[in-house]
T-cell receptor, first 112, second 113 residues
Framework: KAGVTQTPRYLIKTRGQQVTLSCSPI?????VSWYQQTPGQGLQFLFE???????NKGNFPGRFSGRQFSNSRSEMNVSTLELGDSALYLC???????????FGQGTRLTVV | KQEVTQIPAALSVPEGENLVLNCSFT??????LQWFRQDPGKGLTSLLL?????REQTSGRLNASLDKSSGRSTLYIAASQPGDSATYLC????????????FGAGTILRVKS
């Protein structure tokens, strides 16, 4: 059974640019959550999608957005990148509510 | 607002030692608690999930307990091995609606051979 796949694994972008990250869940998982991990703030929740609808949202600015497709794959987009957006972005997938979360390997974003 | 704290922040032990990692949360109205390990630069690997109605879960050398009334969970690792060296994170699910996890800062574990 394939795990959670995140692409790309590494990205280098320039301030002001935008970026799109992708997450393909484990087959049968309809919930996809996104997290930002930095040394200073640890792991912080960005948002969660379930059946193509955003179900939860964290405290991040509107520059961070996401969507989910009918096959449950999800993308997150960050516009007008700032240096502080440099982080490891992780997605987690699950089958429903309050079920075990399975994480991908993450996308390491560096903003220069 | 749910806050999760992990103690100690770092731990170094000799191989073979039994050890306990602690996790506390401020709001006892959680729906589950999950323990993860993270190797440097990698994603999170799920270790154990304890539902709010459960008191403990076991997997191999790992045992996790949950005491909602006191807002605490512990992860017990028996007979530690160098391969156990990693960062251990606990996360609570504070809402019945969805899969939002609130994480602690983690405990960095080093097992010396």
């Amino acid at each position: 059974k394939a795990g959670v796949t995140q692409t790309p694994r590494y990205l280098i972008k320039t301030r002001g640019q935008q970026v799109t990250l992708s997450c393909s869940p484990i087959s049968g998982h309809r919930s996809v959550s996104w997290y930002q991990q930095t040394p200073g703030q640890g792991l912080q929740f960005l948002f969660e999608y379930f059946s193509e609808t955003q179900r939860n949202k964290g405290n991040f600015p509107g520059r961070f957005s996401g969507r989910q497709f009918s096959n449950s794959r999800s993308e997150m987009n960050v516009s007008t990148l700032e240096l502080g957006d440099s982080a490891l972005y992780l997605c987690a997938t699950g089958t429903g509510m309050n079920t075990e979360a399975f994480f991908g390997q993450g996308t390491r974003l560096t903003v220069v | 607002k749910q806050e999760v704290t992990q103690i100690p922040a770092a731990l170094s032990v000799p191989e073979g030692e039994n050890l306990v990692l602690n996790c506390s949360f401020t709001d006892s109205a959680i729906y589950n608690l999950q323990w993860f390990r993270q190797d440097p630069g990698k994603g999170l690997t799920s270790l154990l999930l304890i539902q709010s109605s459960q008191r403990e879960q076991t997997s191999g050398r790992l045992n996790a307990s949950l005491d909602k009334s006191s807002g605490r969970s512990t992860l017990y690792i028996a007979a530690s091995q160098p391969g156990d060296s990693a960062t251990y994170l606990c996360a609570s699910s504070p809402s019945v609606y969805g899969n939002k996890l609130v994480f602690g800062a983690g405990t960095i574990l080093r097992v010396k051979s």
